[in-house]
């Protein structure tokens, strides 16, 4: 079958490893891809919320499937538009309907749907621009830290989390008042502060049916130690130690369950990923967030662990079948450390050559904010490239990881030196 991938991120060059391999895909098209897509499939370049151009792509290269990597196509609804198109709607489409990705495009309609499934999960209220002198004093009835999330789609950076109650109350009017995230915070939900451990649990459904993938962890802080602004994710590991059977165990029937019943429950239609951020807090699973995609750089280690024909996955997905696959998982450890552009995630620099790609050995380059001028591969994003690694342990794989970062070089490189130093 002709698949296509949307996106340019880490996360679909590791879409595009895994789809390469399967001797069911005929012909791969990435748009708009990236330096490392490039070398594994055709890349085209359109934007991922050019619904036209895609229609006209599909189209013209036959397309039988498209597997939709980034959040904003899908809140804007391309499941829909597809469905929709007499010319699309054989195309099977991996990645929920509008309705459904709206527990990602709006933070209150995933707490409202979190509440109404017995779902455990932070206590909250949400606010406008109006209401913001309640929101004020929501915040005074709250112990320190306070959490501050912008409703809509902030590409990651909407959550703010403030010890002090000034400044909370600032950042509150900042957010509502002064648009710091334009229309994303024209609502804001305050929630009471979790104290735990982070890890995300990644579902397949086709709707009915789930499976769940391995666990993962992701590091989202610039700074070692956890410190600094809020990052896309600057590395992950998988699986994560601290999550025990018991404990997965009660991921699966406290949340997961709940979490696919409710979807048909509320008529949600659902055919993809589910992202489900979680904390342990004590020994219970919360839930912070969902997404309606794989995480990044999350994807960069739990795909490689990942035995099956990702394709023959992708089709019972959309055929409703996925109850007749059996999920095979490397018992290995994958880990991936994100090798970022000097001054992200504020201002930084494109266009520095990166060097020592072809030096890298036994560890996999997923290239992100990396594109191709002029026949190198140069720097075009703030996250730039994902090194995984295998290993029996999580502390062999990051070992790996690190031993062939060595290797590489673009100016200003910047990575984290400690991921999994809190495992």
Known sequence: MNILILGSGGREHTFAWKIAQSPL???????PGNSGTSEIA??????????????????????????VGPEDPLVLGIHDFFLNDNNLKHVSVIGPQKKAAELEGSKEFAKEFLFRHHIPTAAY???????????????????????????????????????????????????????????????????????????????????????ILPTAKDYKRIGEGDTGLNTGGMGAVSPVPFATD???S???EQIVKPTIKGFQKDNLPYIGFVFIGLIKVGDNPKVIEYNVRMGDPETEVVLPRLKNDFVEILQAMANGTLDKINIEIDKRAATTIMLVSGGYP???????????????????????????????????????????SYGNTYKEAIKKSYQNIEKLHFDKMYYRKDIGFDL
């Open 125 to 211: 209220e949400s606010f406008t621009k109006e209401t913001v002198d309640n929101g004020f004093a929501f915040l005074e009835t709250l112990k320190p830290p306070y959490v501050l999330k912008a409703d809509g789609l902030a590409a990651g950076k909407g959550v703010v989390i403030l010890n002090d109650l000034k400044e909370a109350k600032a950042e509150l009017k900042s957010m509502l008042v002064d648009a710091k995230f334009g229309k994303a915070s024209d609502k804001v939900v305050i929630e009471e502060f979790l104290d735990g451990i982070e890890l995300s649990c990644f579902v397949l459904t086709d709707g009915k049916n789930y499976k």
């Open 346 to 388: 504020e201002a930084y620099e494109k266009g520095m050559r990166i060097s020592g790609i072809n030096n890298i050995e036994d560890s996999i380059p997923f290239h992100a904010g990396a594109s191709i001028v002029g026949g190198e591969v140069v720097t075009s994003g703030g996250r730039v490239m994902a090194i995984t």
């Open 42 to 67: 055709t890349n085209v370049n359109i934007s991922v919320t050019d619904f036209e151009a895609i229609k006209e792509l599909v189209m013209q290269k036959q397309i039988d499937m498209v597997v």
């Open 246 to 248: 018991e404990f997965l």
């Open 250 to 252: 009660k991921i699966e």
């Open 25 to 31: 895909c005929k012909n791969l098209f990435v748009a």
